[in-house]
């Protein structure tokens, strides 16, 4: 049987450009079934709510992952999930993406004990989804105020993701004006993956949006508009990401809730 999403959605986060959240979104489950996680290189924090919580209540940070994960989630279960801009591990969690790279930590390794029970007790007292997220936005916030500023590392690794997806690292580093070597160290650091690997996942989500815009266009069509070689080159990434065939992969995401 099949999850039910009770309140799905995303919820518009705070529309300042110095803000640490991408995205936000709450899901809440009615009944045990299958969910399927889509990668991003973007780090999440995840507040549960529910039997499947510690207590009740616990919060955690995902590392950025590249390839897709399915789980089963259980019914009762709520979650409420910010998507952290790239290059904010940093400022947010006190350590590089490229430690948390594919891992998942309790936020109380991160922030402390103290932080995170004070976060806790006001998600605990929110009257409804929309407001927990709203304090775990908050948080976040909060968090960010008191870091330091954006390093230039960190800025050189920013600008090098808005240019791959239209060049490659040798172009990009050229562009910038470093070495290619180092372009590859302090993109790993800050974003969390290899540019090569940061790139393939870019398409895959490019060529998912596109297909689950538009259920008429040919896989031939995506193909060329998300940047792959050919429909082959397509498919290949696919299944080395999630598993299975693009067509496959879409009849996933339209039977189970995509937490991604």
């Known amino acids: 049987m ?18 640490a959240v991408a995205a936000l979104s709450v899901y809440e489950c009615d009944r045990d079934g299958p969910g ?9 924090l995840v ?18 992952r590249d390839r897709v994960h399915r789980k089963i989630i259980r019914a009762g279960q709520r979650t409420v999930t910010a998507r952290l801009r790239l290059g904010m591990a940093d400022a947010v969690l006190g350590l590089p993406a490229s430690a948390m790279a594919a891992r998942i ?3 109380e390794d991160l922030w402390g004990d103290a932080a995170t029970r004070r976060l806790c007790d006001r998600l ?5 989804p929309v407001r927990a997220a709203r304090i775990l936005e908050s948080a976040i916030a909060e968090r960010l105020a008191a870091a330091d500023p954006r390093s230039a590392r960190a800025e050189l690794a920013l600008a090098a993701a808005d240019r791959l997806t239209s060049a490659n690292v040798c172009a990009v580093a050229d562009d910038l004006g ?17 540019p090569k690997s940061f790139t393939k996942l870019t398409r895959f989500h490019h ?26 080159h397509l498919i290949a990434d696919f299944r080395a990401i999630a598993g299975v065939t693009p067509r496959a992969l879409l009849g996933e995401l339209g039977a189970a809730p995509s937490l991604g």
């Open 47 to 64: 507040a549960r709510f529910g039997p499947s919580a510690r207590g009740g209540l616990d919060v955690h940070a995902f590392g950025g």
């Open 36 to 44: 399927v996680s889509i990668p991003r290189p973007e780090i999440h």
């Open 178 to 194: 470093v070495s290619e070597r180092h372009l590859r160290r302090v993109f790993r650091e800050t974003v969390g993956m290899s």
């Open 124 to 128: 605990a007292g929110a009257r409804d």
């Open 2 to 19: 099949l999850a039910s999403v009770v309140q799905p959605g995303r919820i518009a986060p705070s529309a300042s450009p110095t803000s």
């Open 207 to 232: 060529a998912l949006r596109a297909a689950r815009q538009d259920a008429r266009a040919t896989w031939a069509s995506i193909a060329a508009v998300a940047g792959y070689y050919d429909q082959a």
């Open 105 to 107: 930590v309790a936020l």
